[in-house]
T-cell receptor
Framework: SAVISQKPSRDICQRGTSLTIQCQVDSQVTMMFWYRQQPGQSLTLIAT?????????ESGFVIDKFPISRPNLTFSTLTVSNMSPEDSSIYLC?????????????FGQGTRLTVV | QKEVEQNSGPLSVPEGAIASLNCTYSDRGSQSFFWYRQYSGKSPELIMFIYSNGDKEDGRFTAQLNKASQYVSLLIRDSQPSDSATYLC?????????FGTGTSLTVIP
């Protein structure tokens, strides 16, 4: 199974600043995703990180606010730009990998972001 | 219509009882089905998966598929307080992975 290292695990940021979250996978994976999750709420897909091309954003999320990079098959970053308190949430990266012949979704440990 | 739908709950069962969780999916071509467990403040972790060709039992957990009605269920026998978590159903049609909104389960000692 793939192991995803996500950092930082948590941060407290001033409004108007930006934070970049990194995810490193220990093996090549086909797809990587970024989610947001409010405490006690469901996962909300922000975007699919595409290797070598622009990310595919879900409705309600735009590149200017959440720029994403994926320079290779094992690494991706999500930047939360010009933050406001409404951006306070848990951000999770996820990857699709193959484990014992089946496709499975793996998750990073999450980044708990607080904007003050 | 969402790809995967779940009752958000909360579902409460007494310790030792059977907890039954369900989800429905829209893509009739889906071949793989997953159940993830998420404890509060933690990332989701895979606990069960089944292919479209049959049910699966693993310890206290049983995953069942009803292809005709397009729903997947997870049964937890002899529920324990440590089973209290949110359970996410997911399907994997093609290159995508769709999660339900999750069902919150509380096992009451």
């Amino acid at each position: 199974s793939a192991v995803i290292s996500q950092k930082p695990s948590r941060d407290i940021c001033q409004r108007g600043t930006s934070l970049t979250i990194q995810c490193q996978v220990d093996s090549q994976v086909t797809m990587m995703f970024w989610y947001r999750q409010q405490p006690g709420q469901s996962l909300t897909l922000i975007a699919t990180a595409n290797q070598g091309s622009e990310a595919t954003y879900e409705s309600g999320f735009v590149i200017d606010k959440f720029p994403i990079s994926r320079p290779n098959l094992t690494f991706s970053t999500l930047t939360v730009s010009n933050m406001s308190p409404e951006d306070s949430s848990i951000y999770l990266c996820s990857a699709l990998g193959v484990d014992r012949g089946r496709t499975e979704a793996f998750f990073g440990q999450g980044t708990r972001l607080t904007v003050v | 219509q969402k790809e995967v739908e779940q009752n958000s709950g909360p579902l409460s069962v007494p310790e030792g009882a059977i907890a039954s969780l369900n989800c429905t999916y829209s893509d009739r071509g889906s071949q793989s089905f997953f159940w993830y467990r998420q404890y509060s403040g933690k990332s989701p972790e895979l606990i069960m998966f089944i292919y479209s060709n049959g049910d699966k039992e693993d310890g206290r957990f049983t995953a069942q598929l009803n292809k005709a009605s397009q729903y997947v269920s997870l049964l937890i026998r002899d529920s324990q307080p440590s089973d209290s978590a949110t359970y996410l159903c997911a399907v994997n049609p093609g290159n995508q992975f769709y999660f339900g909104t999750g069902t919150s389960l509380t096992v009451i000692p």
